[in-house]
């Protein structure tokens, strides 16, 4: 299983599992104050939907034009780190 974060406009990200059995979980985020929040429990919201554990969790792609200094960029290295942990 591979999670999936994809920018999709300036300020909309997607989060999706990816499978073998193709996309799973959808949830659509609009990047305002207290992002971080936002994307932690959108991601909590499809492991609990999908009953999966973390362990599962194979991969993380993060797709889209995304300044790695800003400060969105740093919260999706921060996710990135602490999903790989």
Do not use: C, P, Y
């Amino acid at each position: 299983m591979k999670l999936a974060l994809m920018l999709k406009e300036q300020n909309s990200l997607e989060i999706h599992l990816e499978g073998k059995g193709g996309k799973a979980g959808a949830e659509s985020l609009t990047i305002s104050q207290e992002f971080d929040k936002l994307l932690i429990s959108s991601i909590d919201k499809i492991w609990i939907r999908n009953t999966m554990d973390r362990l599962s969790l194979k991969a993380l792609k993060i797709e889209g034009k995304i300044n790695k200094k800003a400060v969105f960029g740093i919260i999706l290295g921060a996710v990135n780190a602490g999903l790989e942990a």
